[in-house]
């Protein structure tokens, strides 16, 4: 597993995930949502990544609860992260979704996504070297932990694959809706649409996240996703003993464990 390297991620906004009817308009997904509104899904151009940045800025480490126990703000963030998901939108092909609301225009939704190629490929980007450990300390803390979350998963073997066929993977690696358009099946939708769009590539048999949310858990398990390891917050201690977690209890809430999960395409 390397998507730790890429990123952190959790979905703080994913405790509802509603069942809403699909329509196509002239080729455009589109989904009915509130009555009038709808919401319109695209794939995401590298050449959007300041607008998506933006986004996610905004809607996801503002309330990513797995950040906020340890102190994140957005002054760790802001400097170098369009540079970084500019980087990872790049990467290999595109499979990355937005929502936006038609009659606003506004993007409520996205889907960042990469693909792995396990064989002929170097390694996806990598946050480590955006980061400066003593200018981001707890940014640095959240892709150590995730690395420490990561250590030892074997995906192909947990769902029985077959290694000789299985030389690329999807991953997600954030997925952010607006407060305000919660429990409109929107992430749903997002994760559906990433996931059809890289099973059209060839050899991508598995897709794989990891969730740092109770919420996001539950909304990946709906949709076939199983756990391989899961780590406890308040039982991990980083890389000099300290358990970062240690009376963050009441920040975390329901939000006990972080998790990485799979299932096959």
Partial sequence: MILARVLSRALPMLS?????????LAGTRARHSNGSKMIVYSRIAPSDAPVIAEHMLENFYKFEPFGLALGLTNA???????KFLDEVLNYYEPVS???????????????????????NRSPPPSMKPYLNKEKQPVKWQIVTFLEDLEEGVDAIKFLNMDASKTNKMFGCLFLSVSAKYGGKGIAKTLIRESEAEAKQLEGVTIATTDTTSQFSYLAFQKLGYESIKEVKYLSYKDHEGIPIFEGRDKLLGVHTSARVVAKKL
């Fill in 16 to 24: 509802k995930v509603g069942q809403q009817d699909v329509k196509y």
């Fill in 76 to 82: 760790e963030v802001e400097t170098w992260f369009p």
């Fill in 97 to 119: 979704f937005m929502a936006k609301d038609t009659e606003t225009n506004e993007i409520v939704g996205v889907a960042i996504n990469i693909i792995m190629d396990l064989a």
